[in-house]
């Protein structure tokens, strides 16, 4: 069953996205190197706590993981390409870093993500991440009243394919509503014109995960969550919490 939200919910859930947004907005502005992982978690958890959101993420158990998450934010550094724990690691020049973040004001979710690198870039990190906001933004535009579901999907995967970089389907965008997690999954990849067709009132979390190699596998490290690829592919990740209305797809998670 997937909900239809009414132009107020949307706009509660307006309110939470640009928390959100300001969030990861004052994690990448004190994202340099010497800096850990936990203390960019305690920057989004300051910014959580003084607009009065919950954070969606801290707590959070779902299905696959034996323990829940700690934090309310996801740091994934180079390898660790997706639902990184933050932890005492320190950012070294060059880091591949995807933030996460999840929030909820009165009861109304967002969850938005980005990618971006800590000092001197490789060239090759910083396409990965223009591929991935590329590809965001594709799917994005495709989410208007009368498309498909599958359109979404597959102009994230068209992007991704032009650009010869790896996708995993394991993982990829969802509904979002009064929980984080809602019908329907959607994949990053696969064919248009096939599934739900999208009306006003539908809200989706859009977000493509790429890496570097097309052939990549992962595991998941002893910490129960962080995700890092077997070869030390890095990967990055870009997610916007997307209302579809009459006038188009409404970011609700845009920064500043
Ligand atoms: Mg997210
Ligand atoms: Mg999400």
Not at 13 to 33: C, F, N, P, S, Y
Not at 169 to 188: A, C, K, Q, T, V
Request: aromatic share 4%.
């Amino acid at each position: 069953m997937v909900d239809l939200k009414t132009p107020a919910e949307v706009e509660a859930m307006h309110a939470a996205g640009q928390i959100v947004a300001a969030a990861l907005t004052a994690v990448k502005a004190a994202a340099a190197v010497g800096v850990s992982l936990r203390e960019l978690d305690e920057i989004a958890r300051d910014v959580l706590r003084a607009a009065g959101a919950v954070s969606l993420f801290d707590g959070y158990q779902p299905g696959f993981a034996s323990t829940p998450f700690k934090g309310v934010i996801c740091t994934s550094v180079n390898d660790a390409v997706l639902h990184g724990l933050p932890s005492d690691l320190r950012l070294q020049d060059g880091d591949l870093l995807n933030v996460d973040c999840g929030a909820s004001v009165d009861g109304w979710c967002a969850d938005s993500a980005t990618s971006f690198v800590v000092g001197t870039p490789r060239p090759e990190d910083l396409a990965l991440i223009a591929t991935t906001e590329r590809a965001l933004a594709a799917g994005i535009a495709t989410a208007v009243p009368g498309a498909r579901l599958g359109d979404v999907g597959a102009a994230i995967g068209a992007v991704g394919t032009e650009a010869g970089v790896g996708t995993n389907l394991d993982f990829g965008g969802h509904g979002i509503g009064r929980r984080m997690h809602e019908e329907p999954h959607i994949p990053n990849g696969g064919r248009p014109g096939r599934g739900l067709k999208l009306r006003a009132g539908h809200v989706l979390a859009i977000e493509p995960w790429f890496w570097h190699g097309p052939g990549s596998t992962y595991l998941i490290d002893d910490d129960a969550w962080t995700l890092r690829s077997t070869d030390g592919t890095r990967g990055a990740h870009a997610e916007h919490t997307v209302a579809i209305t009459a006038e188009g797809p409404k970011i609700l998670t845009l920064r500043q």
